[in-house]
């Protein structure tokens, strides 16, 4: 039954702060708290929730308990409901008259670690910024300091003036938006911000009408207004309890027990010095593989739980500042510097390592910018940390149309102004670093050549797995080219730890520390306190 109840004591300190948030700007983590402390995440679970009209989220108590929701009256008084079970849905509200929705777009980017770095070269201009991922991720003139049309525009006309090509203003007319209501007692409720606790601080939420990828989570939720007009369902959870949900999903269920408590050190690294990436929608973290695979409670393992206990607090260090926690599935033989991948300030820790406990090969005297190199070390199988698993050596072949439409999809949603090409003629990686990545690769088509840069040479196309590759044209008849083979090594973006390779490490009784010392040459692991830098 669902009921009017008072409110919980738990949840009206946490509303009030939420309210006091709201009105005054505030982080929830405050700079005064001590990280010594065990300190709370914001994690987007749902990011956009409203995006389709058909979108729904069923909320769920456990058995014995029951949901209490938060808001704020119409009169801004807070307002608590009792309920089992609680179902939102989208309702599109028409506007009493179209507006024009407008940000002005500075530049593009695949991850986030590009765009920031972008985004801090626009600040090095004097123009004010913030960083934002409506889709891909994208630097925003600030809304709040570039708020109309007019300036806006000027700014707009002052880049062009200067030789900038790639900004430009996003424009919607919108006649409707989407609207968070849930029905308790026969009313329907349309608030902003939704809060849901339980006193058992466990909430199931199902997605869908068919309530597909039911998830369990452990603290408080909110439903909240984003930047681009949607919602988000944030979790806000404990980081011990938060890593729960990430370790066995990022590792692997059946991982070696010391690759777990290494990769339980790098995901309590990479979550605190990641607290930024979505400040733009007032939330910290994603679930996704833009931040760390994140599923609540649910696919919780023994092993990792054993591994968060023993290494609580426990963080990676270079110079007393957290290190970026970077890490991937597979290296395909050799991990990338930072440089290799993204734009931005070299990481002293992240450097080019063969992945092997042996010396298979030497990138002093053979590097691997040398194209006869590079395809001589692909050709190597054996000794690696990795051989043996699917992705460390792969070979993908694509047809020249299906490289077109690829190419022609990723340049459209670039804005790029060779979307409109009808014809590729050549395929050419033109520069590779010293550990083999891909820095440059150029396409020349009937409009003219496009240039991919670094990891968007991973992003534009299908087939590579990394950006550890070569290219091979194929040939039909009368030697006419058809296509393109993708031969290359490793899945993601190969910096850092590679989880498949600490498999084999600690198989072989290597300790979690020295797994690290391999992957972060100069790093020290250490307990979090005040003294350490976040980023």
């Known amino acids: 039954m669902m009921k009017m109840v008072k409110l919980s004591r738990k949840l009206l300190s946490y509303f009030i702060l939420q309210t006091s948030c709201l009105f005054w700007g505030l982080n929830t983590l405050s ?19 409203g995006a389709e009209a058909t979108d729904e989220l069923t909320l769920q108590a456990t058995t014995g308990d029951s949901l209490s929701l938060g808001f704020l009256a119409g009169n801004m ?162 980081i011990e309890t938060y890593l729960r949900g990430v370790v066995p999903h990022e590792i692997g269920p059946g991982a070696p027990y010391e690759a777990v408590e290494a990769q339980t050190i790098l995901a309590r690294t990479y979550a605190l010095r990641n607290l930024r990436r979505f400040k733009a929608d007032n939330y910290e973290l994603c679930a996704d593989t833009h931040c760390q695979v994140y599923k609540g409670l649910t696919g919780t393992v023994a092993s990792a739980d054993q591994a968060i206990a023993a290494t609580k607090s426990l963080v990676l260090t270079y110079n007393n500042e957290l290190v970026d926690a970077l890490y991937s599935a597979t290296t395909g033989g050799v991990t990338a510097p930072f440089s290799d991948v993204w734009n931005g300030s070299e990481r002293p820790y992240l450097t080019a390592v063969v992945d092997s406990p042996n010396t298979v090969w030497d990138l002093s005297t053979k590097p691997l910018a040398n194209e006869q190199n590079f395809r001589e070390f692909i050709s190597l199988k054996e000794g690696f940390n990795e051989s043996g698993r699917d992705l460390f050596r792969w070979r993908r072949e694509n047809r020249l149309e299906r490289i077109k439409a690829d190419l022609q999809k990723y340049l459209k949603k670039t804005k790029h102004p060779l979307a409109g090409f009808t014809k590729i003629e050549q395929m050419q990686v033109v520069e590779r670093s010293p550990a083999g990545r891909v820095l440059k690769l150029t396409v020349k088509t009937d409009k003219g050549i496009v240039e991919l840069q670094k990891n968007e040479a991973r992003s534009a196309f299908g087939p590579p797995r990394s950006t550890l590759f070569y290219l091979e044209p ?23 730890l590679s989880q498949y390779g600490s498999y084999n490490l600690a198989k072989l009784g290597w300790t979690s520390e020295r797994i690290l010392s391999f992957y972060y040459p100069g790093t020290e692991i250490k307990p979090l306190d005040d003294s350490i830098v976040f980023w």
């Open 474 to 496: 194929l040939y039909g008849a009368n030697k006419t080219l058809t296509g393109y083979a993708f031969v290359g090594g490793g899945f993601g973006h190969g910096v850092g």
């Open 77 to 238: 008084q807070p307002q608590t409901l009792e309920t089992d079970e609680l179902k939102l849905e989208v309702v599109m509200q028409p506007l009493p008259a179209p507006v024009v929705e407008e940000r002005l777009v500075l530049s593009d980017h695949g991850t986030f670690e590009t765009a920031e770095d972008s985004a801090n070269q626009w600040r090095a201009r004097g123009i004010e910024v913030e960083v934002v991922q409506p889709g891909r991720w994208q630097v925003w003139a600030r809304r709040d300091i570039y708020q109309t049309p007019l300036i806006r525009r000027l700014l707009l006309q002052s880049l062009k003036a200067q030789g900038e090509k790639n900004a430009y203003l996003d424009t919607a007319i919108v006649k409707e938006v989407p609207r968070m209501s849930f029905v308790v007692n026969g009313y329907r409720y349309n608030r902003l911000n939704l809060e849901i606790d339980s006193e058992k601080n466990l909430i199931q939420v199902s997605q869908g009408k068919a309530r597909k990828n039911t998830r369990l989570y452990s603290g408080r939720l909110q439903v909240q207004p984003n930047a681009y007009g949607t919602y988000t369902l944030v979790n806000q959870v404990p």
């Open 31 to 49: 700079a005064t708290t001590p990280k010594t402390q065990e300190m709370e995440l914001k994690i987007g679970v749902v990011q956009r929730f």
